[in-house]
C-alpha cells in the first residue's frame, strides 16, 4: 500500500487505498470517509479560518488553504458533494489540537498562543454546522499526535506522543497541579 507523508498545511484526497502518516501539535486533521464508496479525505490545518471560504455559488480556493482548517474542510466537503454523496453517510473523526507551546496561565494572559484549542473550535463549528457525523475524536492535552489514516477503510490509528519529563515537570509547576 502507498504510504503518504502529510505536512503541515496540507490536505489529501483519495478514491484509492493509502495510509496518510502525519503528526500534530496544535494543529488539527479532520478526515471524512465515505464506506460506501470507501474514499477518504484528510487534512492538517495549522490555522483555523481564512476569509477566502464563503462564496455562495462555489469555492473559492485561496493559496493558503490546507494551511486552514475551515478552508480545508470546506474544499474536502466539496469534493464529496461533487461526487454526490449524502453529508450524513460521512464518517467525520478530529485529531489534535494540543496545548504545545504555553501554560493555562500564559494562554489566559494571551489568548492567540491558543492556536490548538481555536483550531478545535473551528473544526467543531464547521462539523456541527454542516450536520456532519463526528464518530470519533482525540483533542487537546498537552500531548502532540501521531495518526495513520487509512483512506479505504476510514480507520485512523492513534499514538500520543508525551512531552519530555522536564518539559512536563516545568508545565506542572507553573500551572500548580499536574499536567
Known sequence: MEIIRLDPGELYVSTSAVEV????GSCVSVTLFHPRLRQGAICHGRKPSHECVGARAGLKICRELGDHVRCSLEFMLAWFDQKGV?????EV???GGGM???TEAALAATP???MGKRNIDTAMEFIRTRHLHLTASDVGGP???QIVFQTDTGEVKLKRIRKSAQELARL?????GTV
Open 100 to 102: 504545545m507551546f504555553s
Open 143 to 145: 500531548w502532540a499526535r
Open 172 to 176: 506542572e509547576t507553573l500551572s500548580g
Open 21 to 24: 502518516h502525519t503528526i500534530l
Open 86 to 90: 449524502v453529508r450524513h453517510e460521512l
Open 93 to 95: 473523526k478530529l485529531f
Open 112 to 114: 492567540l498562543l491558543n
